[in-house]
């Protein structure tokens, strides 16, 4: 069997910075004969997952909304897998999969046919990768196809009139403490993301993190010195580990995740089972935790550093001095700062990783996306949410408590979805 790493180059994988007919259609020329090992590479759910990742990018989706349709693929992958292997609850109804079937031709098929659905103009590249993938197949194949099948269109059916791309206009602020574009003409990213139907929680009121502090506070002043001072362009008191670290954390951070989750699998010799399982309470847990944060970003709209620095003479405190000319390190994505994307994805991450396997001896390893900057490990679950709240200061993007709730929400939310869904079972046939 090819190693991981060398099944991971072979499904043409480029990691990104950033439908209506049917799919119960099986990829041609892919019913072949029998063989006499049923394929159940755990790798086939990284794989997919890295597609899906690219896939995503490839269509234009940002990091934000990538996470919703990663968490259709990873749902209907766990599902498809589950009828092959049982061993877990399914998110959805699904009926078993004839013994036999092959779970690695179950989780390609469901993850193929979620995003050939979604994403047609990838259909062609898509195919290619399915087609790659079942090749080694035999015995089980076509069982583990038909699982797949249902797998994703019930995940298909389920999300129709979601609220996805729903028109909502959100207008610039025009008092102080409003949020603005950082670059003029944008429009808010993706502002129905707040009003999806969740995947998992029965809806976002319930870990509601609380509020920004207010302009007039100590408090305030305190958080808006510490970003002034760390997190400027030019001129700033970042030192150069400060600097790398927050460069580190700069990019994608989704598929960061999901790539040191598939390595800790892997070291962890997790099966097919349990692996599927772990990718899709990570994706969902995510897609919810930044559905609460998306919310969050309608109620407060409150202002990015960038724009709250050069109009501190507006707000009312006298603790907080302007600068008309301060920029951040890197520009400020379309989307207010309270509370923050990045910090809701690092504390679902770490809180899925130790829901499954542990908060202690756990050591992740995550890549870096940017060029000459070196991946990172981490012994301490703790240490990764700390410094991933620090980089996005550094980088002049959000302030203190903004990363804080947003990290704790990304915790309660997975802790929450962990503790209610896809949990073990005792029905196993293999």
């Known amino acids: 069997m090819k190693s991981r790493t060398q099944r991971l180059l072979a499904a043409s994988i480029t990691v990104a910075a950033c439908a209506t007919t049917s799919v119960l259609v099986a990829a041609p020329g892919l019913a072949g004969g029998p063989s006499a090992v049923v394929a159940d590479d755990p790798g086939v759910v990284e794989r997919w997952s890295v597609i899906a990742t690219r896939t995503i990018a490839d269509n234009g989706h940002r990091p934000p909304v990538s996470t919703l349709y990663t968490a259709f693929a990873s749902l209907a992958v766990h599902d498809a897998v589950a009828a092959v292997e049982g061993g877990f609850e399914t998110y959805a109804d699904q009926p078993r999969a004839r013994k036999g079937s092959s779970s690695e031709a179950a989780a390609a098929t469901a993850a193929y046919e979620v995003l050939r659905h979604y994403f047609p103009a990838s259909a062609t590249t898509l195919h290619a990768d399915y087609t790659n993938e079942l090749a080694d197949v035999g015995a089980g194949r076509d069982g583990g196809v038909a699982a797949g099948q249902v797998a994703a269109e019930t995940i298909i059916e389920m999300r129709e009139g979601d609220g996805r791309d729903a028109a909502v206009t959100v207008p610039p602020g025009d008092e102080p403490g409003e949020w603005v574009p950082t670059t003029p003409g944008m429009e808010m990213y993706a502002p129905w993301l707040g009003g999806v139907t969740p995947l998992l929680i029965r809806d976002v009121d319930r870990f509601d993190p609380g509020s920004p502090p207010d302009l007039d506070s100590r408090r305030y002043a305190r958080e808006f010195d510490e970003v002034k001072a760390y997190g400027a362009k030019t001129g700033s008191a970042r030192t150069e580990e400060q600097t790398a670290t927050a460069l580190f954390w700069s990019v994608n951070v989704v598929v960061q995740v999901q790539r040191a989750l598939g390595d800790l699998a892997d070291r962890r010799d997790l099966d097919i089972a349990e692996t599927a399982r772990a990718f899709a309470l990570l994706d969902a847990a995510t897609a919810d935790a930044l559905m609460v944060t998306w919310d969050q970003k309608l109620e407060h709209r409150f202002w990015r550093p960038q724009t709250a620095i050069r109009q501190a003479g507006d707000d009312d405190n006298p603790r907080t001095a302007p600068d008309p000319s301060w920029e951040s390190l890197v520009p400020a994505p379309p989307y207010p700062d309270y509370t923050s994307g990045h910090a809701t994805i690092i504390g679902a991450a770490t809180e899925t990783v130790a829901e499954v396997f542990g908060r202690k001896h756990v050591v992740l390893n995550v890549p870096s996306l940017t060029d000459g900057v070196d991946g990172?490990?981490?012994?301490?679950?703790?240490?990764?949410?700390?410094?991933?709240?620090?980089?996005?200061?550094?980088?002049?993007?959000h302030f203190r408590t903004a990363m804080e709730d947003a990290n704790a929400t990304g915790h309660r939310v997975a802790d929450w979805v962990a503790d209610r869904y896809l949990e073990p079972t005792r029905h196993d046939h293999r």
Not at 376 to 397: F, N, P, Q, T, V
């Open 376 to 397: 990172r490990s981490y012994a301490s679950l703790r240490a990764l949410d700390r410094e991933g709240m620090d980089a996005r200061i550094w980088l002049g993007l």
